[in-house]
């Protein structure tokens, strides 16, 4: 294949958006922590579990805590590396979501 046409078949790829949201470094969807809070809010157990694509690396009484995120934010030019999802001790669903930075 010329060189022609290898360059032709990659144009579509530099119209894609770069990524500019949280990623788990192992390969989960990606969301920004204030999507991350909208989606898992009022949610169970399993939701929060097929969220993330994995099991929490913590779990503290009712929070369970997700380390190694890559979960960028470019208007503060700043990573997020660790979310935290806070179940409610009433019913066991999810009440917050907050992230920290690197």
Not at 39 to 53: K, N, R, S, W
Not at 60 to 65: C, D, I, L, S, V
Request: hydrophobic letters at 45%.
């Amino acid at each position: 294949m010329s060189d022609f046409f290898r360059l032709f078949a990659l144009l579509p790829l530099l119209w894609l958006p770069l990524p500019t949201h949280a990623q788990s470094i192992t390969g989960a969807a990606t969301y920004t922590p204030q999507q991350l809070h909208e989606l898992l809010v009022g949610q169970m157990e399993p939701v929060v579990i097929e969220t993330f694509g994995r099991m929490p690396d913590l779990v503290r009484g009712h929070n369970w805590f997700y380390e190694r995120m890559a979960l960028y934010i470019p208007e503060q030019n700043q990573y997020y590396t660790l979310a935290v999802v806070c179940f409610s001790q009433a019913d066991g669903r999810v009440w917050q979501v907050v992230c920290y930075p690197h």
